[in-house]
């Protein structure tokens, strides 16, 4: 399953996978978060699943296709939250279920989300993969809600560069992710003007 050209992509999280390719994908992005993509060869995807080699390429044809299979399918557990503050075209309740959701998330899976953010392979993959651009772009016009002046923009993308700094920073790498997730949450929703 090679990386689709953007007229044959899917939407982020739409795509269902096999449940060997979940394991696949889900152990790669685990190893990835270890070792860097580069640093993380088709072997050590397919010892971490315990299937040979073959069966990983069977499941998937190229190495860029479990990356971005796997992106997929981790940033398709944001889709439920997203499609209902869409749904609610700009409530500022739904915004701030899904800014909870965004900040759930990335606190949950701290050692991904430096992965994410920072590897060379990841980065240039998604700046070229069209379903990925497509979901942040509805993901940061949900939060933006009817607002789209400057002010607001500027604030919600101050607020998404911080949820990925801050779970991600030294400072807080000893915070549970309960004091963690509850003091971001609060800051991000009161710096956007959101309801608690």
Request: no cysteine; proline share 5%; hydrophobic share 45%.
């Given at each position: ?8 992509a ?9 449940a ?14 270890r070792?860097g ?32 299979a ?15 503050a ?6 500022p ?82 915070l ?6 509850g003091?971001?949450l609060?800051?991000?929703l009161?710096?956007?003007s959101?309801?608690?």
């Amino acid at each position: 399953m090679p990386p689709t050209s953007p007229a044959t992509a899917s939407p982020v999280g739409s795509t269902t996978y096999s449940a060997a390719q979940l394991r696949t994908a889900t152990a790669a992005l685990e190893l990835f978060a270890r070792h860097g993509v580069s640093g993380t060869s088709l072997q050590m995807i397919a010892d971490a699943t315990g299937v040979t080699k073959a069966a990983v390429y069977h499941q998937f044809k190229t190495k860029e296709a479990v990356v971005v299979a796997a992106v997929d399918v981790e940033l398709g557990r944001l889709e439920p939250a997203l499609d209902a503050a869409e749904a609610a075209a700009g409530d500022p309740d739904a915004r701030s279920a899904l800014l909870g959701e965004v900040i759930d998330h990335a606190v949950g899976r701290r050692r991904m989300v430096g992965t994410l953010q920072h590897d060379p392979v990841i980065v240039r993959l998604l700046s070229e993969h069209e379903p990925f651009q497509q979901f942040m772009e509805r993901l940061f016009r949900a939060l933006l809600g009817d607002r789209i002046d400057a002010t607001a923009r500027i604030r919600v993308a101050m607020v998404a560069s911080a949820i990925g700094g801050v779970v991600t920073h030294p400072l807080v790498a000893g915070l549970d992710d309960a004091a963690l997730r509850g003091d971001l949450l609060s800051l991000s929703l009161r710096f956007l003007s959101l309801p608690d």
